[in-house]
């Protein structure tokens, strides 16, 4: 049974990021996806499909009798990516990761513990793979196998967020950005600038959503996404990016992280944001490169925080969350130990699924055909009590073979 856990993935420690998007299924439309991920487990033979994709990795989760092997990967990877050229497809073997049985299960359930991750012990992973298998399992691509498999991942996720530290001292750039910003005791109430809308301004709001923070104006070039930011806020406001050249309203907080190759906050714009006002402001630059102009960190009153001297403190952070995953990892192979027998109940489960079905037909065939005119020779009372102890009977004979299987399993 645990022989046909199958796992093909492409992650950030075989290959860089952006190398990982040859390896997605191209496509942003649900229903597109729904139909390219069907085709691929009729095509190839899958029982059930989980996929996977996040900004460092990509994972297709079978459960399937099919041998994989690299020949399985090329196929399968020409038919996620016609496109995918030749040298990528020759190089399969060092940058896709091939799993079966025990080995894809402890693969799994180390990618929900967050141990496999870029930044080890953030959470996100675990809501993200739940977010995956939701949306495949209402996509009728998830049948007992992964449901099983999935349960048994969020159980040794838990198990092991609650009895280790490794998500502990935060790691990632938002996090820490929002850590810092807070020593500089800004009122709840204090006017937040948004520059940007992607992943890294989207975990800074939910942090300072978390803070309390409520007056927050957003600006991005896609003007939905600002508007889904600054929908997390009570008082959030979304712009269009090139309305930040006519905002004039003044603020205590500018956060900046765009993909732009130039600043974005320049000498001539910052005092048109900050429209007269005096004393220090906070400055966040999360963007590589800079996306506030030197000129104005060094001409004006400011607290300054960008992303390089944030990352001390992430690697310090991170090699305490490394010690903990040796911790995790002891807490993984006593799991894995036991799985086996958990399977194999649950295999057990299923056999013996007739069986309180086939105890209550033969009741029902002895009242009913074998003594029926015996049994209708009964006085009401008789018959009453005869019923009764058959009832009695048939609960307690329908967990007499279910005892004795579960004995010889464990």
């Not at 095509?43 to 900004?55: A, H, I, N, R, V």
């Not at 399968?76 to 016609?82: G, S």
């Not at 320049?266 to 900050?274: A, D, G, M, S």
């Not at 506030?292 to 690697?315: C, Q, T």
Request: with cysteine.
């Amino acid at each position: 049974m645990l022989d046909n856990y199958k796992i093909l993935t492409v992650t950030h420690k075989r290959v860089n990021l952006h190398s990982i998007s040859e390896f997605v299924v191209k496509t942003s439309d649900p229903s597109a996806l729904k139909m390219r991920l069907q085709g691929l487990k009729d095509q190839f033979g899958l029982d059930e499909l989980l996929y996977l994709s996040t900004c460092n990795r990509v994972m297709y989760f079978f459960h399937t009798e099919r041998k994989l092997d690299l020949v399985f990967a090329v196929e399968f990877f020409k038919q996620v990516n016609p496109q995918l050229k030749d040298e990528v497809l020759g190089t399969l073997d060092d940058t896709v990761q091939i799993l079966e049985g025990m080995d894809a299960l402890e693969h799994y359930f180390t990618v929900s513990a967050s141990m496999d991750s870029m930044v080890i012990g953030e959470r996100q992973i675990l809501g993200q793979l739940r977010d995956a298998y939701d949306q495949c399992k209402e996509w009728g691509l998830i049948g007992d196998n992964l449901r099983m498999a999935m349960d048994q991942a969020v159980a040794v996720a838990k198990s092991i967020y609650s009895n280790t530290r490794i998500g502990d001292k935060p790691v990632s750039i938002a996090s820490l950005a929002i850590q810092k910003m807070m020593r500089y005791h800004l009122p709840k109430e204090a006017r937040i600038l948004i520059v940007g809308a992607g992943q890294t301004n989207t975990l800074i709001a939910k942090f300072l959503d978390k803070h309390h923070f409520s007056e927050v104006t957003v600006f991005n070039r896609t003007v939905s996404k600002a508007e889904e930011i600054a929908a997390i806020f009570p008082h959030g406001r979304a712009f269009d990016l090139d309305a930040l050249h006519n905002y004039s309203e003044g603020f205590d907080a500018l956060i900046v992280c765009t993909s732009a190759t130039e600043p974005v906050i320049t000498p001539e714009l910052y005092p048109q944001l900050l429209n007269g006002e005096a004393g220090a402001k906070v400055l966040i630059d999360l963007s590589i490169p800079h996306n506030i102009a030197p000129e104005v960190v060094s001409n004006y009153d400011n607290h300054y925080i960008e992303i390089e001297g944030l990352r001390a403190l992430a690697k310090e952070n991170l090699a305490f969350r490394e010690c903990e995953v040796q911790k995790a990892k002891a807490m993984l192979e006593d799991f894995i130990e036991e799985l086996p027998k958990v399977f194999q109940q649950r295999r057990l489960e299923i056999a013996m699924r007739q069986v309180p079905v086939e105890i209550k037909a033969v009741k029902d065939r002895a009242l009913n055909e074998v003594f029926h005119k015996e049994v209708a020779q009964l006085d009401t009372n008789t018959r009453d009590l005869l019923e009764r102890m058959l009832e009695y009977m048939e609960k307690k004979c329908i967990g007499i073979p279910m005892k004795a299987a579960k004995e010889v399993i464990f």
